[in-house]
């Protein structure tokens, strides 16, 4: 019977009840449930392909049954080497159904780190994408002798041809075993299924890392069907929505989202092609996405500065339909009854300028799902007020990414908070001020670390999170730092960089990247990156088209731009938070140079270090 769990929100406990004790489960009850439904759609030669319930279980058997042919067993540890892709799907479930856990390996990450997980992690099997994962495999042979077998998911990705041997064995023959062991045992998969247990380990996610090498965090079954299981008591999706999915599938976001389809019904449409984000969206028409800050930062910059552009009639059209818009959702986010003449203006406004907007992605989306990062709430504001309202959620690798959420109705939304807590997860902020979490979505432990899991958790079972927070009188949770990340100036001031650096790339539409910087110095600096894309249409407009992007960004005029930015962030700071010395970088920070993680989180620490002598120039300026 449904209940209210928190203000204004209704739960249906029903949920809860025999829960699936297994992934596996989870995925079967689907089929069985809704087997002509769709499950999954994805792009084959450009074409949007289809698959039903019933389809994708007939394919993900055959995975599995290749597993156990090639000697697999309940427990052993698969990994998967590959960029976002629907193959990673059905790897995925293969070894899920086999009764065996797996590893994920981020596509970008380098042979070494590569080796170090699948060692750790004792993998047997590895799926591997292409040519180039391969390699990576074959350099470090030596140093992962576990592994018996890679399987290759696209032979002839990027125009490499792989080599094959009785080490390296082509996704064709893997199927073939897997088709004549089911032709030989029929009931071998369903075996494998019933053996799973909710405590059976279903995957090991390496956390990111800054310094060192990162840790194996074991989720258990019952923490990935938690997590879907929640998110359907709650209501926000079904049948009829469509997931777009691009994020990698290595975290545990990207993860965690596939079984919250699997729960809820939700057909995923599965492309991890980053630069096709955008004009998928608008063939795909999907009605909510996960995604990092930094794609809705860039979004909200390319249409302020269409916006900006504009003159006369236009530009004061569009500026009164995003105010009206904004009007708007501040009454949803209060609960309350727009007047009839707001409901008339934005009628308006949504007809003439804010369903053109919402066509850009598709015109079919209900939210976004924001996590990995702060949000700063004034894009948060913007997306909401053109009737895509951004749900900012919050979770780690070992908690199952999903812990607290806001919710996409009325009053159960509040923009800068992180929601709240999904059903079954308690939350509680400890004397120092650290968010502390307790649910089934926790980890078991960190792989092969007994000391660092004790020291993650409290007596009574508190999970550590590392982020200093606070919960309202509504149950509405907020983040306000890292724990680690904030610092203090010389003069005795606490800073927190996280929340700068998101107010200043929601005030700057031409920001890449902003490092704040002055652990024990007498004042804040930053570092500074500018989009590529966005400063370059800034210069075609005022003349700097024919620079290079090195001497564009460290030109006069750039930094006269940037300038003024700071000065609009300084403004809403107080006086030790406030920017008084900036450098720009002559290129953005990526993930290929390390300076970011796979879900674009900042390597805070890296960054510093690496550029510590353009920081050092910033003070020793002052001086």
Request: negative net charge; proline residues 4%.
């Amino acid at each position: 019977m449904p209940v209210h769990y928190a203000k204004n929100e209704v739960v249906d406990l029903a949920a809860f009840e025999n829960m699936p004790a297994s992934c596996g489960h989870l995925l079967r009850d689907r089929v069985r449930a809704t087997p002509t439904g769709e499950a999954y759609q994805y792009f084959r030669d450009e074409k949007l392909e289809h698959r039903t319930w019933q389809e994708t279980w007939d394919e993900v058997v055959v995975w599995a049954a290749a597993l156990v042919d090639l000697g697999i067993e309940t427990g052993d540890r698969v990994a998967i080497c590959a960029a976002t892709r629907i193959e990673w799907v059905w790897a995925n479930w293969g070894i899920l159904l086999a009764g065996a856990a797996t590893t994920t390996v981020y596509s970008s990450s380098n042979a070494e780190a590569v080796a170090f997980i699948l060692a750790d992690s004792g993998s047997r099997i590895v799926f591997a994408e292409d040519a180039g994962q391969v390699e990576k495999l074959r350099v470090r042979r030596h140093q992962i002798p576990d592994v018996t077998a890679v399987v290759v998911l696209d032979g002839e990705a990027g125009g490499r041809s792989v080599s094959y041997d009785d080490w390296v064995i082509s996704l064709e023959d893997f199927l073939t075993r897997g088709r004549a062991m089911l032709a030989r045992d029929a009931g071998v998969v369903d075996r494998r299924i019933e053996g799973l247990t909710p405590d059976s380990l279903s995957t090991i996610i390496y956390t990111s890392g800054t310094t060192g090498n990162p840790k194996g965090a074991e989720l258990p079954h019952r923490a990935l069907v938690y997590e879907g299981v929640a998110v359907r008591s709650i209501g926000i999706l079904g049948p009829d929505d469509l997931q777009y999915l691009w994020l990698p599938l290595a975290h545990v976001f990207g993860n965690t989202l596939v079984m919250i389809a699997v729960a809820t019904g939700c057909p995923t449409c599965v492309d991890g092609r980053i630069d096709l984000i955008v004009p998928n969206l608008a063939v795909v028409r999907p009605t909510w996405m996960g995604a990092a800050p930094r794609i809705f930062e860039k979004a909200y910059a390319a249409v302020e500065a269409t916006l900006a552009d504009a003159t006369g009639v236009k530009a004061k059209l569009g500026t009164w339909a995003f105010s009206v818009g904004r009007r708007m959702a501040e009454a949803n986010e209060a609960g309350t009854t727009p007047s009839p003449a707001l409901r008339a203006q934005y009628a308006l406004a949504d007809r003439l300028v804010l369903s053109r907007v919402r066509e850009r992605f598709g015109g079919r989306v209900r939210f976004f799902i924001s996590g990995s990062a702060r949000l700063d709430p004034k894009l948060s504001w913007w997306f909401a007020g053109i009737g895509m309202p951004i749900l900012e959620g919050y979770g780690l690798t070992e908690t199952a990414a999903a812990t607290c959420v806001n919710r996409p109705f009325p009053g159960c939304h509040q923009h800068g908070s992180i929601g709240w807590p999904l059903p079954g997860t308690q939350a509680r902020i400890a004397q120092d001020g650290e968010l502390l979490i307790k649910g089934p979505g926790v980890m078991t432990r960190y792989h092969g670390q007994p000391e660092a899991t004790e020291a993650v958790f409290t007596e009574d079972g508190f999970f550590h999170t590392g982020d200093i927070g606070e919960i309202d009188e509504h149950g509405f949770v907020r983040i306000t730092d890292r724990k680690k990340d904030v610092f203090k100036t010389s003069g005795g001031k606490y800073v927190s960089p996280a929340i700068i650096e998101a107010r200043f790339k929601a005030v700057c539409p031409v920001a890449g990247q902003f490092v704040v910087v002055g652990n024990e110095r007498n004042y804040a600096a930053a570092l500074v990156t500018l989009d590529p894309d966005s400063i370059g249409a800034w210069a075609k407009e005022n003349g700097l088209g024919h620079l290079g992007y090195a001497e564009l960004v460290t030109s006069p005029e750039v930094r006269s731009l940037v300038e003024g930015y700071i000065e609009e962030l300084n403004e809403g700071l107080d006086r030790w938070e406030r920017i008084k010395r900036f450098a720009i970088l002559d290129h953005d920070l990526t993930i290929e140079s390390g300076d970011l993680t796979p879900s674009l989180k900042l390597r805070r620490r890296r960054v510093i270090a690496k550029y510590s002598d353009v920081v050092d120039e910033m003070y020793a300026a002052e001086r």
